[in-house]
Each structure stands twice: as C-alpha cells, then as structure tokens.
C-alpha cells in the first residue's frame, strides 16, 4: 500500500476481519502494537489469577465458606473476571452440563455434572508474564505485580 498509515490496508481487510469478530480495534503506532495490547492484558490477567487464588485461600484458612465468600466477592468492587471464572473453578463450584447421549443403551440422553478444568497452564502464564517483564523492564516501567 502507498498509505503510509496503513489505511488501504485497513479498507480492504475491513469486511475479512468484521465476518471473524464483532469488536475490532484499529491500534495506531504500526505493526505490533496490537501484541503490545496483549502483552498490557496479560499483565492484568495474570495479576487477577494470582489474587483471585490467594484470596480464596485467605478466605479457607479463615474458616469462611469460600464458596460464600466468591458469590458475595463476585458483587463487590473487588471482584473481575478471573475472580469470577477462575475462582469458581479453584474451589470446584463450577460444573458444566454434559449431554452424553445415549449412554445406557434405553434411548434416553442422560445429563451429567463435568467439573470444570482451571485451563490456565503455569508454562503459559509464566511465559506471558514472562514478557510483560521484560517489556517493562526495556521501557524502564515499574511493574512489581508483575516481578
């Protein structure tokens, strides 16, 4: 393209990008700064599971039902949505229902109660908060959450 912002670009890839998803952001500053948006997300992120999982903690070892203390959480200012999906998953309230069909040969589907797997892999969140670290540490940034 000869638009040196891209724009052309942009035009053209536009009803490609809108059939994939309802949001799309237009990051200004160039190649990568959408990845530079991740890398900020993956700061918060990381950041809310780790809290999430110690506040749990804080609240078992104190003797409270952990199970109260997410719902109650879960309408405050304190909670987020690592606390609300993760958490939940931390202390084995979430179930999903499964529909296994057939499985007892009388042609009745039967529903069945999964628990939910915590799906957040250590490798990855120490890889992505990995890079938050080393970012911030190149743009001279402070991130003690993040260290």
Same mark, same amino acid.
């Given at each position: 393209?000869?638009?040196?912002? $891209?724009?052309?670009?942009?035009?053209?890839?536009?009803?490609?990008?809108?059939?994939?998803?309802?949001?799309?952001?237009?990051?200004?500053?160039?190649?990568?700064? @959408?990845?530079?948006?991740?890398?900020?997300?993956?700061?918060?992120?990381?950041?809310?599971?780790?809290?999430?999982?110690?506040?749990?903690?804080?609240?078992?070892?104190?003797?409270? /039902?952990?199970?109260?203390?997410?719902?109650?959480? @879960? @309408?405050?200012?304190?909670?987020?949505?690592?606390?609300? /999906?993760?958490?939940?998953?931390?202390? $084995?309230?979430?179930? /999903?229902? /499964?529909?296994?069909?057939?499985?007892?040969?009388?042609?009745?589907?039967?529903?069945?109660?999964?628990?939910?797997?915590?799906?957040?892999?250590?490798?990855?969140?120490?890889?992505?908060?990995?890079?938050?670290?080393?970012?911030?540490?190149?743009?001279?940034?402070?991130?003690?959450?993040?260290?």
């Amino acid at each position: 393209s000869s638009d040196e912002d $891209g724009d052309d670009d942009l035009a053209f890839a536009k009803p490609i990008l809108e059939a994939m998803g309802s949001e799309i952001h237009i990051i200004k500053g160039g190649p990568g700064m @959408g990845s530079t948006v991740k890398m900020v997300h993956q700061l918060l992120a990381g950041v809310h599971i780790v809290v999430a999982a110690e506040a749990l903690a804080l609240a078992a070892k104190a003797g409270l /039902d952990v199970a109260q203390v997410h719902e109650i959480v @879960g @309408g405050a200012a304190g909670a987020s949505w690592m606390f609300a /999906d993760r958490g939940k998953r931390m202390f $084995g309230g979430d179930d /999903d229902d /499964d529909d296994d069909g057939d499985n007892e040969g009388d042609g009745q589907a039967t529903k069945t109660k999964k628990k939910k797997k915590v799906m957040s892999a250590l490798a990855l969140f120490l890889k992505d908060m990995d890079i938050v670290h080393s970012e911030a540490k190149r743009l001279e940034c402070p991130t003690p959450m993040a260290s």
